[in-house]
């Protein structure tokens, strides 16, 4: 069964930093591109990031470019994203999303992990 | 950047058909997915490359993609599938994922 499980996300101050993790198991991880969406309370699914699947290549949101960083362990099965000179408006729930294979669609999601961004 | 263009809210009385529009700029000539979401859950992908439903989404759910608006059709709609729907293309230009605002439909 394919799983993704999200850690790390919290409350921090403005301009702090966190580092979020998402543990996958069910599948060959090393094989697929993984995501990062989030989404703000009450509001729509925004893209983050992506990552391919050796981790050569990343591409990011304009609102986190060189603030964010993807990244990935295959041997560790997990997914990364540091996050750095947080705002108020990074305040969102963080899924990460394995990407489906020349479809770039997402098959399956984390349940999220919640990071709140305030003094 | 590529921008999806959804309306907020769709009404459907129970058992009817429901429509939800994805607009974009020749959108046609992209793969349009799916998405519902309901509250508190993640995402689920209900349409992938604008037609196809994956396995254990009801027949019920089909998509269409033409011109400058995708569509998602919602056969038959029961209660449980209110919740909040989502388009998303590839943006090849910004080598970015775009998702649409959501549209939140409501079963009458």
């Known amino acids: 069964e394919v799983q993704l499980v999200e850690s790390g996300g919290g409350l921090v101050q403005p301009g702090g930093s966190l580092r979020l993790s998402c543990a996958a198991s069910g599948f060959t991880f090393s094989s697929y591109w993984m995501h990062w969406v989030r989404q703000a309370p009450g509001k729509g699914l925004v893209w983050v990031s992506r990552?391919?699947?050796?981790?050569?290549?990343?591409s990011y949101a304009d609102s986190v470019k060189g603030r964010f960083t993807i990244s990935r362990d295959n041997a560790k099965n997990t997914l990364y994203l540091q996050m750095n000179s947080l705002r108020a408006e990074d305040t969102a729930v963080y899924y990460c999303?394995?990407?489906?294979?020349?479809?770039?669609?997402?098959?399956?999601w984390g349940q999220g992990t919640l990071v709140t961004v305030s003094s | 950047s590529y921008e999806l263009t959804q309306p907020l809210s769709v009404s459907v009385a129970l058992g009817q058909t429901a429509r939800i529009t994805c607009g974009g700029n020749?959108?046609?000539?992209?793969?349009v997915h799916w998405y519902q979401q309901k509250p508190g859950q993640a995402p689920v992908l209900v349409i992938y490359r604008d037609s196809n439903r994956p396995s254990g989404i009801p027949e019920r759910f089909s998509g269409s993609n033409s011109g400058n608006t995708a569509t998602l059709t919602i056969s038959r709609a029961q209660a449980g599938d209110e919740a909040d729907y989502y388009c998303q293309v590839w943006d090849s230009s910004t080598a970015g994922v775009v998702f649409g605002g959501g549209t939140k439909l409501t079963v009458l």
């Open positions: 999303a394995r990407d489906i294979p020349l479809v770039s669609s997402f098959d399956y």
């Open positions: 990552i391919n699947s050796d981790g050569s290549s990343t």
């Open positions: 020749n959108i046609g000539s992209k793969n």
